[in-house]
């Protein structure tokens, strides 16, 4: 059974810092891309930032200077440092898997976990 578990999210004051992680299993990690994205009340979710198998990372504007992705391929887990926080960074941040060989099941999701960043 695949499951992506996001976790570490919360109310934040701006300026701080907030560290997402998100726990795989039930696939073979390191046959996909992992991303975040993050929707806000009524806007669509929104890439934030991906990690290759290999660790190349690519961010959204939004996030560079301030976001760092990272993974953990022996542990199967990926993780967002954010640092700076600002009320705009306010989301449901989701932990997603793309796959990129093998067969099987483009993508994975997980359930989401609330930011807030406010004072």
């Known amino acids: 059974q695949v499951k992506l578990v996001e976790s570490g999210g919360g109310l934040v004051q701006p300026g701080k810092s907030l560290r997402l992680s998100c726990a795989a299993s039930?696939?073979?990690?390191?046959?996909?891309?992992m991303s975040w994205y993050r929707q806000a009340p009524g806007k669509e979710r929104r890439l934030v930032a991906i990690i290759s198998d290999g660790g190349s990372t690519t961010y959204a504007e939004s996030a560079k200077g301030r976001f760092t992705i990272s993974r953990d391929n022996d542990r199967n887990t990926v993780s967002l440092q954010m640092n700076s926080l600002k009320p705009d960074d306010t989301a449901v941040y989701y932990c997603?898997?793309?796959?990129?060989?093998?067969?099987?099941?483009?993508?994975?999701w997980g359930q989401g976990t609330q930011v807030t960043v406010s004072s």
């Open positions: 997603k898997a793309t796959r990129i060989r093998g067969v099987g099941s483009g993508y994975y």
């Open positions: 039930g696939f073979t990690f390191t046959s996909f891309l």
